[in-house]
């Protein structure tokens, strides 16, 4: 079993700050692939980040330079930082992990960018 338990999300103003944990418990092998996606109301879940157990990172387009994903091997954890945050960044977050060919989703996060 594998358990995904994602925190920081919350109510920030366009131009803020926020920064996304998820921490990864149960059969979690390495070599093993972390990364978040969001989904708004009524949009498809979409790529924000990835980054592999080599620390290769990839960014969306969308999010480039303004998001940085980070991740601790030890504590079987992803990060997002997130600056400059604009409206159209309102979104559930969820964090992804795929070892030995499978993938499992947190349960979310919200994120809300509004003034």
């Known amino acids: 079993q594998v358990q995904l338990v994602e925190s920081g999300g919350g109510l920030v103003q366009p131009g803020g700050s926020l920064r996304l944990s998820c921490v990864g418990s149960g059969n979690i092998f390495s070599p093993y692939l972390m990364g978040w996606y969001r989904q708004a109301p009524g949009k498809q879940r979409e790529l924000v980040a990835t980054?592999?157990?080599?620390?290769?990172?990839n960014h969306a387009e969308s999010v480039e330079g303004r998001f940085t994903i980070s991740r601790d091997n030890a504590k079987k954890a992803v990060y997002l930082q997130m600056n400059s945050l604009k409206p159209e960044d309102t979104a559930l977050y969820f964090c992804?992990?795929?070892?030995?060919?499978?993938?499992?989703w947190g349960q979310g996060t919200q994120v809300t960018v509004s003034s």
């Open positions: 992804k992990v795929v070892t030995y060919g499978k993938q499992y």
């Open positions: 980054i592999t157990s080599s620390d290769i990172t």
